[in-house]
């Protein structure tokens, strides 16, 4: 091709990089330069120091997605398992009934949680039948947490079986012939071999965890808070832009060290995802 | 190990499908309660159609939804074009991280990041009211963009080049010889890309919540301010509803897509 036409095909992206300069690095840009001026537009340093009264939030909100995550690769991996190995049709199936939650507006999926364990709700109702005295369980860390196992578990499942389902066999069966019993397959064979889909899976479920505002103020009941709801609260309701701006910047920083930490564990496998 | 496995997916399986059973038992519900059962009655499906501002809201998010993924199908697959012409090199590297950014940062991040650029925008010109269908419009072409390009990229780098240079050699213009032989080619990686853009818009509820205004109401938004108060089960029918649509819809897809792979292994 001469060299013309390669310039002029190079100039079709030209949309696309004026769009994303526009909207996605000037936003970006636009989160720094508020975090570190005050309402009026004057350079302070103020936003930056009263972060350090929410590190407690910062921390609640990490150590819940760390839960949340553990939690979901725990439940997802035996599950992507189980699904790669059944037949095709099966496969297929599975698949669908995984996606199929993740369609519905989450938003009405966690409110029907609250109905499921209100303290007169339908669990508890269910357990008054049987004779066991109700639980308390809304507005409480543990229905938080459920809530992002919840919602994010398919984000879990889905990367895992992806790798699963392509996993060569015959290397399985490598394993298998050298006396690997079943434990020994699935730890030294198939865990590293899916390694690429269970650290996507992580990111996935990790990143929408910590920065959640939703699920903590219906399941949370607003018993405490998670830096999503701090953010959120500063841009709806006390319209404090400012300081909403510099713990999103926090926020941010804290995601990319953490993904950064997590992929130097992961460092070894090959194939990395992100 | 069989059964323990089959029981271990059930279990897993109920635990996913419990709000959304519970929600359609008490779409069905005789009280507006949505924890105690009392009757059977159509009573809330009847309220949702006549409910203006919801049906509103829903056809607000399919209009954004399908003018989204158009335009980022459009933009995308440019940019997907372009981009495939580009030298390894900063500039080529340095595009593709920015394209990764709506996807690695939280989604609030990308909100409420866009909402200061367009309130800084708006006060610039004194506009108060800038939040609306137009801000929407972009924030969800923005958040669509990667996956069309992520998707188109793949099938660019599969097509064979000699393919549009020969078209060329036999007299095509370069613009005749990308519609008649590099378009069909990443065709399917523009419709995956274009559902995709679709599903996640017509979903979006963070990025919308901090970039629509009043003036505009989406389908999750609408959902949020009410679910803000107590719910009635008149939500429960609308979602009842939905789910039974994108079920029919996915068991179509499912034997369309089997039959179409047993024709081909007929072959």
Known sequence: MNNRS??????????YIVWSVLFIVAPLIFVVYYSFTDASGAFTLENITALSKY???FLRSIWFGIVATLICLVIAFPLAYFISQSTEKVQRTMVMLVMLPMWMSFLIRTYSWMALLQDTGIINSLLGKIGIDPIHMINTEGA??????????????????????????SMVEACQDLGGNRLTVI????????????????????VPSVSTFYISQKLGGGSFDLIGDVI??????SYNYNLGASLSLVLMVLILVCMAVMNRFSGDEEGMVI | MKTASRIYTTLVFLFLYA???VMIVFSFNGTSSTSVLSGFSLQWYKALLEDETTLKALSNTVVLAVCSALIATVLGTAAAVGLDKFRKGPLRSGVMAVTNIPMMNPEIVTGISMMLLFVFVGKMVSEDAVLGFGTLLIAHVTFNLPYIILNVLPKLR?????LAEAAQDLGCKPVSAFFKVVLPSIMPGMITGMITAFTL??????????????????LPIAIFSMTKKRVKPDMYALSALIFVSILVLLILYNVAQAKSEEKSRKK
């Open chain 1, 232 to 237: 959120e609260r500063q841009f709806q309701q």
């Open chain 2, 201 to 218: 818009s017509l979903d979006d509820f963070i990025i919308s919540y901090f970039t629509s205004g009043p003036g505009f109401q989406t």
């Open chain 1, 187 to 206: 730890r030294r064979c198939i865990i590293p071999m899916s390694m690429p889909g269970i650290v996507s899976g992580i990111t996935m479920v990790f």
């Open chain 2, 158 to 162: 599969q097509t064979d080049r000699n």
């Open chain 2, 19 to 21: 709000p959304i059973i």
């Open chain 1, 55 to 57: 590190a407690p939030t």
């Open chain 1, 144 to 169: 938080v947490i459920l809530g992002m196992v919840y919602n994010f578990l398919p984000y879990m499942i889905l990367p895992i079986y992806s790798v699963m389902a392509k996993l060569d066999h």
């Open chain 1, 6 to 15: 390669t310039l002029g095909s190079k100039l079709v992206a030209s949309p």
